[in-house]
């Protein structure tokens, strides 16, 4: 009995899912085996590994003219998704298995020679693009059943083998989904410890930053001569995060997925923390090639972006930046295809004041101020002006280094960010931003009201220093965030001072 | 064709400099001789190709004056120097020789205390009527003359480049203030571009044109010690800023004092009867400050210091520290020198 028949299947494409169905077509005519519909040659191959493997699982193929079509013809395939749901269509097509509820079904999966199916890329958007347009049941690899399973209301059925899916087609009522406790526990997947802050001695102000900028976004620069600690409070940044929550765990896990960045994990664990180095190309920070591929940014999305040296990062590759900075996504347009990653991250810049890194000690520096001038114009103004925050560093007296008492964790600095992130997400719960620093010139004078005389002073500060306008908001913002983490509701005139304090104004000084 | 004219055309004939133009007003005398009879030593082409008297009326037009030896504004103290120049072409006027004049020099990459001390100095001197006269280079030169100008007083800038070229390029602005508020001085012919052993060998028209001069800050081995050694060639006084002995700024100045320049500390020592009130260099406050300001202030020093070190020393969280500090620069008596480090003003 041969019969025609449509399988349903996914793929990535960037990082998004869409779906494919696969049309399998068995026929009278001279034997073959042929395979269309826009496909690049890994697909192509494709039609090699199903051969063998419906061989090798004890089945065999009859002397037929075979032929699959993968729709939408006009949508170019990638990857290697596609095995299972060929191999399945062929079988089915053969009456060899059961086609009750396929319209219900998708299969995912790629397929080794003697049959065993093997883990493919981007599993979690694809079960997300299944639940979306109505798929009840899904077949993905063993190997991504967990990841899978983090998506709700959706049977995720991992299957390791050929005849195992075959044999799960043939008797439905036998199978039972990846039990995974629905209920998502934080606990249960802690982020790696990390640099804790209390391990840090000195840098006060600097840990003060951090504090302010994680709680509200903002992006920081650091400033400071080689080994004064720039990087190593970079890297203990993570640990002041919040925990993940569900959304933006399964928001996370989707990118890496589809990046086949997860390894051995099944889900992010905690908010990224990306440190490209400064030999990186603008295609690999803000994404591109001929298939779009996401980027560093996207790569840190929800997370830092953290840019050491960052005069030596070559100039068009810091200007592309500029883009995903303002609007918290990328797209990157090509002639068949245009793709739009995420990129809502937080830019945490590193660098040295001048070319010998000394800068303004005299006894060590020789710099000229045309070197130094040189040095910093490395960075556009436009880049700079989007840095909410700086900060200064000097390396920490020996001294202070050998002292025993601790400061203070990072688990408490952490406690006080959550705090204040919950009343921002309370506050903007009906616009779509979340945080202090993404709030747009209009939104600012609706929730950073300030009081008649901190008005005045402000007006007072902004007039001697010659802010911009982007100062000026810039100035409120981190002012609403110390607010936010006092707990205050409104502004008050300590928490303008404080902000000031920290407001990036390197873009309009010379040198720094 | 007139004596400027015979003036003008030495100094600006191709491949002219100092020693040339000396040896010829040896053998010679004076140009209009020199022009006539030194065949062998310059061009014929040139002399003969040149329109003189067109070229002296584009600088005319372009205001700039041709000083040239012997002409009635060249400055009288300049005949004393053994190397002088022949010429000077000068953007604004040149020093009135009735008042007292003040050379201000010290290190191109000054620290804040040199900064601050040229702007408070050369503010005082030109209060008191004093002109001042600098290099218009980056660091001690420039914030000597800008502190001048917002005293309101006289000031000049001798120029190492020709005098229709400012450099370095972002002290335009202060050129241009320093045409209007006094003048700009260079022996060099307009278009000659800035050349390393230009700028020592302009130093002794600095020190040659002052009565006295202070040196703010040096390093070990400074530019700025070649102008002493002018000063001291051409018997003027010379005056140094002390500084701290662990200070690599200052090394310069506390060598030269001990070898014998007089310590300046307030500019009744350049000009003791000068009837000026008594103020020193200390203290500027002019308001009283809460009892926490005042702690934090008295933490402040001309050295810039950090929020984080300023907080240690007054025993205050870093919040409050920084809180007060921006109060502090608002209120307009310490002010950021880079982002989180704050020094007084004085």
Redesign the interface.
């Known amino acids: 009995m041969l019969i025609f028949c449509t399988v349903n299947g996914g793929a990535i494409s960037g990082i998004s899912a869409y779906p494919v169905s696969v049309e399998a077509d068995i026929g009278n005519g001279l034997p073959n085996f042929s395979m269309v519909g826009l496909l690049s040659s890994e697909v192509k191959e494709s039609r090699e590994r199903v051969r063998a493997a419906i061989r090798n699982s004890g089945f065999s193929l009859p002397a037929k003219r075979i032929t699959i079509n993968l729709s939408p013809a006009d949508i170019r395939k990638e990857g290697s998704s596609f095995d299972l749901p060929i191999a399945a269509a062929i079988l089915i097509s053969l009456g060899l298995v059961k086609s009750k509820n396929l319209k219900e079904s998708m299969l995912v999966g790629e397929l080794s020679l003697d049959g065993t199916v093997k883990e493919v890329n981007g599993i979690l958007n694809i079960v997300l693009m299944a639940k979306e347009i109505g798929i009840r049941r899904i077949f993905i690899p063993r190997a991504n059943a967990e990841e899978g399973a983090l998506v709700r209301d959706i049977e995720v059925i991992g299957v390791s083998s050929l005849s195992e899916l075959v044999n799960n087609l043939n008797n439905p009522d036998s199978v039972s989904a990846v039990s995974r406790n629905q209920t998502f526990v934080p606990e249960a997947i802690k982020a790696d410890p990390g640099i804790d802050l209390k391990e840090i001695r000195?840098?006060?102000?600097a840990k003060?930053?951090v504090e302010i900028a994680v709680a509200g976004m903002h992006n920081l620069l650091m400033?400071g001569p080689p080994g004064s600690g720039k990087s190593l409070i970079a890297h203990s940044m993570p640990t002041i995060f919040p925990e993940l929550s569900y959304e933006e765990m399964i928001e996370i896990t989707g990118i890496y997925s589809s990046l086949g960045l997860l390894g051995k994990k099944s889900t992010a664990s905690s908010h990224p923390f990306r440190a490209p180095h400064h030999t990186i190309t603008q295609q690999a920070l803000v994404g591109g090639g001929r298939t779009p591929r996401a980027g560093e940014v996207t790569l840190a999305h929800k997370g830092i972006l953290f840019l050491d040296e960052l005069p030596e990062y070559a100039r068009n590759v810091l200007e592309t930046l500029r883009q995903p900075m303002e609007e918290h996504k990328v797209t990157i347009n090509r002639e068949k295809t245009s793709c739009e990653f995420p990129a809502n991250f937080m830019l945490v810049a590193a660098m040295n004041?001048c070319p010998c890194g000394y800068h303004?000690d005299?006894?060590r520096c020789h710099?000229?101020?045309?070197a130094i001038r040189r040095y910093t114009d490395k960075i556009s103004g436009p880049l700079l002006g989007r840095m909410d925050m700086?900060?200064?560093m000097?390396p920490v007296e020996i001294n202070m280094l050998q002292t025993e008492e601790l400061n203070e964790a990072s688990e408490d600095i952490r406690q006080r960010i959550e705090k204040a992130r919950w009343i921002q997400k309370k506050r903007y719960q009906e616009t779509e931003n979340v945080f202090n620093s993404r709030l747009r010139p209009s939104e600012i004078r609706k929730f950073c009201p300030v009081g008649e005389d901190v008005q005045k002073?402000l007006t007072?500060?902004v007039k001697?220093k010659g802010c911009s306008a982007r100062g000026y908001h810039k100035i409120l913002k981190i002012a609403r965030t110390i607010a936010d983490l006092d707990g205050e509701k409104e502004i008050r005139r300590?928490h303008i001072?404080?902000a000031?304090?920290?407001r990036?104004?390197?873009s309009k000084?010379?040198g720094? | 064709m007139t004596i400027e004219e015979y003036w003008y055309w030495l100094c600006t004939a191709p491949a002219m400099w100092q020693g040339k133009i000396d040896r010829l007003i040896k053998k010679y005398e004076t140009p209009e001789k020199i022009f006539h009879f030194a065949f062998s030593e310059i061009e014929k082409e040139d002399k003969l190709s040149r329109n003189i008297s067109m070229e002296l009326n584009k600088l005319d037009k372009s205001g700039i004056s041709f000083i040239y030896y012997g002409h009635k504004l060249f400055p009288k103290k300049l005949y004393d120097l053994y190397d002088n120049p022949y010429c000077l072409f000068v953007k604004g006027n040149l020093p009135d020789p009735q008042k007292p004049l003040v050379a201000m020099i010290g290190a191109r990459d000054c620290s804040n205390y040199g900064k601050e001390m040229a702007l408070k100095t050369a503010e005082k001197l030109a209060r008191n009527g004093i002109q001042v006269i600098s290099g218009l280079a980056r660091g001690i030169d420039a914030f000597s003359q800008k502190g001048a100008i917002k005293g309101g007083g006289s000031v000049f800038g001798v120029a190492g480049c020709g005098i229709d070229i400012c450099y370095p390029r972002e002290n335009i602005e202060l050129f241009m203030e320093t045409i209007r508020a006094g003048g700009m001085i260079s022996e060099y012919p307009p278009g000659t571009r800035p050349a390393a052993w230009r700028f020592p060998h302009r130093n002794r028209i600095i020190s040659g044109l002052s009565d006295k001069i202070i040196i703010m800050e040096a390093k070990e081995k400074s530019g700025s010690l070649i102008t002493v050694e002018h000063a001291l060639e051409q018997g003027r006084d010379v005056f140094a800023v002390p500084g701290r002995l662990t200070d690599p700024l200052s090394t310069g100045c506390n060598r030269l004092i001990r070898e014998g320049a007089q310590v300046f500390t307030e500019i009744t020592d350049l000009y003791p009867d000068l009837e000026t009130k008594k103020e020193n260099f200390q203290d500027n406050k002019r308001i009283i400050l809460e009892k926490d300001f005042e702690v934090v202030y008295s933490n402040v020093d001309l050295l810039p210091k950090s929020i984080g070190q300023i907080s240690k020393e007054s025993n205050f969280t870093i919040r409050k520290t920084a809180e007060i500090l921006v109060e502090l620069e608002l209120a307009g008596i310490i002010y950021e020198t880079m982002k989180t480090y704050f020094s007084r003003k004085l």
């Open positions: 000195g840098q006060e102000v003060r930053a400033v004041p303004p005299k006894s710099c000229t101020q045309y700086c900060t200064y000097n002073i007072k500060y001697d300590e001072m404080e000031a304090a920290y990036n104004n390197m000084e010379t720094v």
